[in-house]
């Protein structure tokens, strides 16, 4: 593997002394508040006059911020974004999490969406919605999406933090499916993705889609990232290989590298216990930062 890029094996957590407040946002004493059950906040939209509207939530604070990104048709509403929302809010530094176009309460024909439209969302967000140092947090396609904006955006983007990080994996997963499939998808112009994250049972993902992702395929030589990366992902992933993430840290050329292997952890690493996870790296990170 290039470069200093770690393997860490994680099953049971770490302990820290933190405040009453940070340890409610993280369940070290329970769940008051748990993120699918608790009231949802009322979110703004970022004007934009040649693109769709996108719907946000942000909190002011402390640099480094924290800007979730989340995965596949997902939104931003999930226990991941808002358990990062009650923990930056708990140690004073800025949040923001969003719903790219088509997606959520954005405007927009997800229909109608690429990967290179999403990713301008994401510069969308960078640019208008924060200032100063930031650590992306992305979560499968939002995994993707982050190494994009800390090419586009070196300056902005501080620390990279990818949750079962989906790099190329639409594309990928396209290219071993057989010829007659892939005729067939040509053909009909969509694409039916099996999977247990909806009641469909389904993802209907345009051809369309799949033949511009192409244009944004990363792991196919070194990705001009220097910042600090942490790459975490579940043993248990079904839909996108914890293989994936080691692919991605060979291709960073960053020095500063872990990858963090869950043994009990599934792809949406929604437990308390993935969630935990994800915020003592993120806490890592900031200290490390404002140090």
């Known amino acids: 593997m290039a470069g200093a890029a770690r393997v860490l094996w994680r099953e049971s957590r770490r ?12 369940a070290l004493v329970g769940f008051p508040q748990l993120p699918g059950c608790r009231q949802k906040s009322s979110h703004s939209f970022l004007s934009r006059p040649d693109n769709p509207n996108l719907a946000y939530h942000k ?32 140690v004073g530094h800025a949040f923001v999490r969003f719903d790219y176009r088509g997606c959520g309460s954005s405007e927009g024909d997800v229909k109608e969406c690429t990967l290179g439209k999403w990713r301008k969302d994401v510069l969308s967000v960078l640019d208008e919605l924060t200032q100063g140092p930031q650590i992306l947090v992305g979560s499968s396609l939002g995994g993707w999406l982050m190494l994009h904006a800390a090419i586009a955006r070196p300056e902005k983007v501080a620390a990279l933090v990818g949750v079962a990080a989906a790099a190329d994996y639409l594309v990928s997963t396209y290219q071993q499916l057989p010829v007659e499939l892939k005729k067939e998808i040509e053909e009909k112009g ?3 993705v099996p999977t247990k994250h909806n009641e469909e049972g389904v993802y209907s993902v345009p051809y369309g889609l799949i033949q511009e992702a192409e244009n944004h395929c990363v792991l196919t030589s070194p990705l001009p990232i220097k910042c600090p990366v942490r790459l975490i992902h579940g043993i248990k992933d079904e839909d996108v290989p914890w293989e994936t993430s080691m692919k991605i840290a060979e291709r960073v050329v960053s020095t500063d ?23 003592y790296t993120v806490e890592d990170l900031i200290e490390e930062l404002s140090t």
């Open 15 to 26: 302990r820290r002394c933190w405040g009453p407040e940070a340890a409610r946002a993280t």
């Open 59 to 90: 909190l002011k604070g402390k640099n480094p911020g924290v800007v979730f990104l989340s995965g596949f048709l997902s939104n931003m509403n999930g226990n991941k974004a808002l358990a990062l929302e009650d923990f930056c809010k708990s």
């Open 190 to 192: 969509e694409w039916k």
């Open 257 to 279: 590298v872990d990858i963090i292997l869950r043994k009990a952890g599934h792809h949406r690493m929604k437990e308390k216990e993935d969630i935990k996870l994800i915020i």
